[in-house]
């Protein structure tokens, strides 16, 4: 199952792109290996990022009189390990051309929902009030034993205020989210 297949139509978009030493299978591999966390790990920005992030999220839940909970972060965070239900699942690909993968909740409220959900019903999500987020990495092999890798977002709202208040949060934060993917790739 190719990103195509799974969201064709979406809301916003955005692709980041990075050229890698190694030949396309190699290169596949790495990324299914490589524990993306690690970038937050070893990034002073993006862990201020993802701080910031959260105290917007610390202020709406004060703000609403309700307690804040951070959720513990995974171990790791690994394509290969992602499952076919759960938040974040494996939702298909074209090995080694393309890795697709994908989550559903509300993230622009300044509180994160993810939803539980089953890869096989995710093109078909449809709860009010939340938004899909399809990814993939794709891979092209270029000359010289080179691979250019692509991370691509796309994100779809459920209704059109979903749709309305995502797109206010996307124009603030897509730059920032540019950087996170950016990151990502250098992990691989």
């Known amino acids: 199952m190719r990103i195509d297949d799974v969201m064709p139509v979406y809301d916003a978009r955005r692709v980041e792109r990075r050229l890698v030493p190694g ?6 591999a790495a990324a299914l290996h490589a524990d993306l966390l690690d970038t937050w790990r070893h990034s002073a920005l993006l862990r201020f990022l993802f701080w910031a992030r959260g105290l917007g999220e610390r ?6 009189r309700r307690p804040h909970v951070e959720p513990p972060p995974p171990a ?7 499952p076919s239900h759960g938040e974040w699942v494996r939702l298909g690909g074209e090995p080694p051309h393309e890795f697709v993968f994908g989550v559903a ?8 929902i993810w939803d539980e959900i089953d ?10 009030q939340r938004a899909r987020i399809a990814a993939c990495f794709r891979f092209t092999a270029r000359p010289g034993g080179r691979t ?11 209704d059109a205020p979903s749709r309305r208040a995502f797109l206010r949060y996307w124009r603030a934060l897509s730059p920032f989210i540019g950087i ?8 691989i």
Request: with cysteine.
């Open 23 to 28: 030949e396309i299978d190699a290169v596949y």
């Open 59 to 64: 202020a709406v839940a004060l703000a609403r």
């Open 76 to 82: 790791s965070l690994r394509l290969e390990d992602l």
């Open 105 to 112: 909740g509300r993230f622009w409220a300044g509180e994160t």
């Open 119 to 128: 890869a096989a019903d995710f093109a078909g999500y449809d709860r009010p």
């Open 148 to 158: 250019l890798v692509e991370y691509e977002c796309r994100t779809q709202a459920t």
């Open 180 to 187: 996170v993917l950016r990151a990502q790739l250098r992990a």
